[in-house]
């Protein structure tokens, strides 16, 4: 699965997940399309689009 880093653009509308570094889903943010991710907590925290 793809990996998005916060501050990219969403490449489409959807639920992202809020990954830690383990791979443990932490919680789920609603981005559209071209709008930007927003900051997590950790710098070691990444999104994934949840289909």
Do not use: C, H
């Not at 969403?10 to 559209?32: C, I, M, N």
């Amino acid at each position: 699965m793809k990996r998005f880093n916060p501050g990219d653009i969403a490449p489409e509308t959807g639920f992202y997940r809020v990954v830690d570094q383990d791979g443990k889903t932490l919680d789920k943010v609603s981005v559209s399309k071209g709008d930007r991710l927003p900051p997590t907590q950790s710098k070691n925290y990444y999104y994934e689009l949840d289909y």
